[in-house]
């Protein structure tokens, strides 16, 4: 095997001093797929900005082929041969799939664009890589499994030697997921070199050939993934070992918390999305929902703690009809909800940490005197919040957008935990962040439900955190239950994913006590 | 006047008060499908009717006076674009400025070039852009009197909404500001530079908002005075913004705000006294154009989406979708 890339010595630290890589050292080879890994912070994402050229750096070389990279830019380091799959793609969604992939190299004819050519080559390299997808059609038409094929495709068409991919499974399922392997597996056979960042150690595990693992900011070592076991990585990764496996107690049969009858959503193309949906949450468990996104689950969860609207059916918190109740109104019956977009629904990016966690209680007597804020009690609320959920900040006023992932992540679960509530909807609560943090949500979730109490509702894309996390599990599929389980004991991945592709369907009378 | 002289007449001016409008919305929907307000476009084409009367006055050649219009436009352009792009100002709060700027500005040069605060009328021989007979349509009753005998500057109107339809929909670079106008991140993905494209936008932008300000200053009348744009660069943007940056749809538009302010021209002639109340009723009819257009979106869109949903609920909708 042929060294392609090695990285030598290099270090970045931000103008506010901030030390993101120290002196990290490793080699890429052709026909490798390696694998890149850390907590949320360790460096990773700096480093693959530097990489591609979006970042610059204090100390160290980079050497392509054994000459020495001097990125100015994205487009410098597309042309030397690297080329990066964003975790949020690059594409314009009212353009076409040949448009995306040629921007930039567009083909002209009489110095106009020659749409036709554009489609020519595209589906032309589309065929050469096995790549299964109409270039004439929008990006907005497409699945999210198709728009990473699409920035595949826009990086070969460069004639890149490396990719960097970041986090590219966090948006697929598992037969997507099954599908992009097999690709990459043939662009490696082909050749390429593929940098491979992920938080899913048992893909790492079963794609990569080798693993270059990152702990704030330094470089651990490389190591071959034959000589690895997943709970080798995550100990060299945080420096102790994770519990990702819970010790749950069975669960008794508790009162009903909220019920939900015949709940019909549709969607702006009058599709219903949420389809004649009935189900009971009880009091001290967690229902996991499972399904391919796009299913309803989203749609569904946000209907039933008021988020978002639904159309018919009725939804019961503790025997209330929580239609046309304010957010408010809501918050203060009990319903808690940590929303899936952290950034643009849990928080108020550029407030600090105290601010957002104070946002949904600001105005109850605990913290007001004479009709101002009681700076003194809050501040000792809001210290007692980020000591007791570990938020890593400089202090409490610092805004929220100056955190990591993980870090906005715990400033919303602290508000919503501690908000007295007695239901809890979890939308993909732990995507995209680091080993340490999943853990700790999910013990909190879990004590949350067993020891307090609380009726929890847990979407997840993760199936791993479902089946460890929740009691029972429902899946969804076109906006219907098509599955229920009363425990996890049994189910695994695999019987999971039958009934989220719809090869398997449960009868109503298959359900019926498990609603 | 016969009746049907006065019908024509007043239709010749709904093209010619019409064209400022035209160009500063096609100036507009250049910037906007790259992702920007140019909010500037008013002081873009008042700097270019001062340029085109003066530079016309010197060099005695209207080809030159209009080229200069263009260029005064585009230059305004690069300023913002170097403000906005290059030194992180923000791009309202420095359009404001370039529009006040160019307000005093131009009065000031006014005042260095002729001595007087008020026009160049006097203290200028600047030149006129020629009008043009239609050979043919001229002769037929009010068809004639609407459609010829207007400015080179009209005419070219319309060629210039095609030639930006062109440049947005069917060339590389068009390609390219609707990519950055929609998601700057794919661009910057691929190796495009956003700044580039950016000034570009504004560059070309300035030189068609440019046009408008040569017509102003040296067909409209053929002199300039402070403040003569009176609002048609906002009237545009506006025009633009109702038809969310199409060429097409933002020409058609300017037209619609032409006939309110030809009638309110009519107007002034028949009563006089309310010349000035008159006046406001192009703007007027901006904001109640704008208010109407959009109340009837969203209720459209709320009784589209109730349709549907009973649809739905009744279980007649897309069944197929379903199973």
Redesign the interface.
Known sequence: MSELLKVENITKIYTNGFVANKDISFTVNANEIHALVGENGAGKTTLMKILFGMEDYQEGAIYLEGEKLELK???DA??KGIG?I?Q?F??????SIA??IV????P?KA???DYNEAVKITSDIAKKYNFNIDVTKKVNEISVAQMQKVEIL?ALI?GVKILIMDEPTAVLTPQETKELFEQLVILRDSGYAIIFISHKLEEIMQLCDRVTILRKGRCVGTYNIADMTEAKISRLMIGRDVELKFNKKAKQAKNTVMEIRNL?C?N?????VV?NVSLNIHAGEILGIVGIEGNGQKEFSEAICGFSEY??GSVRFNGVDIKGKSIRELRQMGIAHIPEDRMKNGCAMNLSVKDNIIGDRYFSPQFRKFGFLNSKAINRFVDQCISDFEIACDNRNQPVRMLSGGNIQKVVVAREFTSGCKFILASQPTRGIDVGTTEMIRKLLISMSHEKDVATVLVSADLNELLEVSDRLIVMR??KIVAAFPTTQGVTEELLGEYMLGIKTMTAAEMEDLL | MSFSEAIGTFLFSIFRLSTPIIYAALAACITKQTGLLNMAIEGIMLTAALSSVVFSALTQSVVLGVLFGMLAGSLIGGIISYANLIGKTELYLTCIAINLIATGGTTFALYMITGTKGTTFSALPSLEVPNIDIPFIKDIPILGTMLSGHSILTYFAFVCAFLVWLLIYKTRLGLRMRCVGENPNAALSVGISVTRIKTVAYLISGAVGGLGGAFMSMSYVTWFSRDMLAGRGFIGLSANNITAGSPVGATLFSMLFGIADASANVLQITAAGLSYFVKMIPYIITILGMVIMEAIRIRKGLKFKDQVVRKAIAGTANEKDLT
């Open positions: 830019s994205p487009l597309i042309h990066m964003h949020h690059m594409l314009v969604p009212s353009l448009e995306n921007l930039g190299i567009e002209t110095s106009f664009f826009k460069r019909i549709v702006d193309d009058g599709k219903r389809d159309h018919a076109k906006g």
